[in-house]
C-alpha cells in the first residue's frame, strides 16, 4: 500500500503538470489565431494606415485578454502587400506571436520561464467600398 502510494504520487504529479502545460500552450494557440484573425479585420475597415495600425494592436490585446493572456507577452506585426496598406486590393497580413510561460512557477516577473512561442497569421484584403 505505501509502495503504491508513493509511486502513485511520483508518477502522477508530472504527468498532472505536463497536461496542465498542454492545455496552457493549447489555449494561447487559441489565443493568437483569434487575435490575429480579430486584428486583421479591425486594419481593413480603418480609414487610414495610423488608426489602421492602432485598432490592430488594440483588437489583438482585446482577444489575448479573452484567453488570459498578458498584453506585455504578445507582439503584432503587420505586413502589406504592395507596400501601400490602404489602397484597395491590398492583401494585409497580420502576426501575432505569444509567449506561453510555464504554470506554478513561483519566480517574480523578472524571471519567468517559458513553456513555448505559439504564433498565427491571418490576411485581410482591403475592399474597394468602405
Not at 109 to 114: A, E, N
Request: charged letters at 15%; a negative charge.
Amino acid at each position: 500500500m505505501v509502495e503504491f502510494t508513493f509511486l502513485a504520487l511520483l508518477l502522477m504529479v508530472p504527468v498532472v503538470y505536463f497536461i496542465i502545460t498542454i492545455g496552457q500552450l493549447q489555449g494561447g494557440s487559441f489565443a493568437v489565431v483569434g487575435a490575429a484573425d480579430q486584428a486583421a479585420k479591425v486594419f481593413v475597415a480603418q480609414p487610414d494606415a495610423k488608426s489602421a495600425h492602432a485598432a490592430a494592436e488594440q483588437a489583438a490585446v482585446i482577444a489575448l485578454a479573452d484567453f488570459g493572456h498578458e498584453a506585455g507577452r504578445a507582439r503584432v506585426s503587420t505586413r502589406c502587400e504592395p507596400a501601400d496598406c490602404q489602397s484597395p486590393g491590398t492583401a494585409v497580413t497580420v502576426t501575432v506571436n505569444l509567449t506561453v510561460t510555464l504554470p506554478f512557477v513561483p519566480f517574480s516577473d523578472d524571471f519567468r520561464l517559458s513553456a513555448s512561442e505559439v504564433e498565427a497569421s491571418s490576411t485581410q484584403l482591403v475592399g474597394r467600398f468602405r
